[in-house]
């Protein structure tokens, strides 16, 4: 059975930092693209950051450019998320999530294009 699960999440004032792995087990997702994210109280799950599992692609909402960090470490099989510069609007339950099927940049930004997904971290960041 293919599992993603997320670790590293919690509570931190503003300004602070955390680093959210995803840790798959089942299958490798070494060569493929995995994603990171996220849905506060109330909204919609909205996309953080992609890697594309090669060339050191990365893309990132405009929201989290230059705070956030997508990363992979293939040797551990894991995919992590360093996030900087935390706001409370970061706040919100954190998904990791893996494509096999690809797709252009647009489409990696939409939750379709994943055909896995974790149970979610919570990431809490107070004022």
């Known amino acids: 059975q293919v599992q993603l699960v997320e670790s590293g999440g919690g509570l931190v004032q503003a300004g602070g930092s955390l680093r959210l792995v995803c840790s798959p087990s089942g299958r490798s997702f070494d060569n493929s693209i995995m994603a990171w994210f996220r849905q506060a109280p109330g909204k919609e799950r909205e996309f953080v950051a992609f890697?594309?599992?090669?060339?050191?692609?990365?893309h990132y909402a405009d929201s989290v450019k230059g705070r956030f960090t997508i990363s992979r470490n293939k040797a551990e099989h894991t995919m992590s998320l360093r996030m900087r510069s935390l706001k409370p609007e970061d706040t919100a339950v954190y998904y990791c999530?893996?494509?096999?099927?690809?797709?252009?940049?647009?489409?990696?930004?939409?939750?379709?294009?994943?055909?896995?997904w974790g149970q979610g971290t919570q990431v809490t960041v107070s004022s």
């Open positions: 999530a893996a494509s096999i099927k690809g797709g252009t940049t647009t489409a990696l930004r939409g939750q379709d294009t994943y055909d896995y």
């Open positions: 890697d594309a599992g090669y060339g050191g692609i990365t």
